[in-house]
Structures are given as C-alpha cells and as structure tokens.
C-alpha cells in the first residue's frame, strides 16, 4: 500500500510540473513583446520546415518520374525486341 501512495506523490509532483510548464509557455506566448518574439520564431521555424517539405516533395517526385521513364524506356525496348525474336 505504502508503493501506491508514493506512486500517487509522484503522479502529484508530474502533473504539477508539467502543469505549470504549460502555464508559463502559454503566459510567454500570449503576453507582449517577448510572447510576440516568440510567436514569430515559431512561425518562422514551421514556414522553414514547410519550405523544407515541399523541396523535399518536389525532388522526390522528380526523381520518380525520371526512375518512371527509364522503366518506360526499358520495358519498350524489352518489349520491342522481343517481338522481333519471335
């Protein structure tokens, strides 16, 4: 019994901490200047990495389609001269 009681101190302790983690970060972001610096930052960081993102895609699927043509090319001349065999 006495490990129960002592699970429920920490869970107690946990749930203080992370509770008033989220009241700070949520008191920074909504105050003036400084909550406003950092709403920018944010900002700015998940405009990077949707940036990052779409690069990403767009090499990605240019790299597809060229892996896409070659099959393409490869299966036509298979194809092809395996109709002139017969």
């Known amino acids: ?12 302790i946990l749930g203080a901490i992370v509770g008033s983690s989220i ?4 008191t ?3 105050t003036t200047k400084q909550g406003k610096r950092i709403q920018n930052k944010i ?6 990495l949707e940036d990052d993102a ?8 240019d790299k597809a389609e060229e892996m896409g043509e070659r ?3 490869k ?4 194809n092809g001269s395996n ?4």
């Open 1 to 12: 019994m006495s490990h129960f009681n002592n699970c429920r101190g920490t869970d107690f």
């Open 23 to 26: 009241a700070t970060l949520t």
């Open 28 to 30: 920074l972001l909504f």
């Open 43 to 48: 900002k700015e960081t998940f405009q990077d």
């Open 54 to 61: 779409k690069e990403a895609w767009s090499e990605t699927k």
């Open 71 to 73: 099959v393409r090319k």
């Open 75 to 78: 299966t036509t001349q298979s």
């Open 83 to 86: 109709g002139e065999k017969e």
